[in-house]
């Protein structure tokens, strides 16, 4: 199993990215996905799970600005983060934890990771 992470970049505040996740090597929808950010000198954090039927949670930090979805088809998860803050600066990571039916889990608990992509937002 393999995840390809994309879409970052560098945005002004207020501005929006849509990251995806792509998930190859697994067959089916069985599958959790946890988008988890990490910035300099502090620890990965979740921003928002999804599991295969699409229930989903969010951290309390970008609840109302981001939203997780999925589609099946193109076993593809998307981030879409709107009103983006200076704060929301890290590299973001997706994850996955398969056969899995609860939205997110500890980091640990996941599967496999992708590699990660820069998202910077300015001031």
């Known amino acids: 199993v393999q995840l390809q992470a994309s879409g970052g970049g560098l945005v002004q505040a207020g501005g929006s990215l849509r990251l995806s996740c792509v998930v190859s090597?697994?067959?089916?929808?069985?599958?959790?996905i946890g988008w988890y950010r990490q910035a300099p000198g502090k620890q990965r954090e979740l921003v928002a799970g999804i599991n295969g039927v699409s229930s989903s949670n969010y951290a309390d930090s970008v609840k109302g600005r981001f939203t997780i979805s999925r589609d099946n088809a193109k076993n593809t998860v998307y981030l879409q983060m709107n009103s983006l803050k200076p704060e929301d600066t890290a590299i973001y990571y997706c994850?996955?934890?398969?056969?899995?039916?609860?939205?997110?889990?500890?980091?640990?608990?996941?599967?496999?990771w992708g590699q990660g992509t820069q998202v910077t937002v300015s001031s």
């Open positions: 090597g697994f067959t089916g929808d069985d599958y959790a």
């Open positions: 994850a996955v934890r398969i056969y899995y039916s609860e939205s997110s889990c500890a980091p640990f608990d996941y599967d496999y």
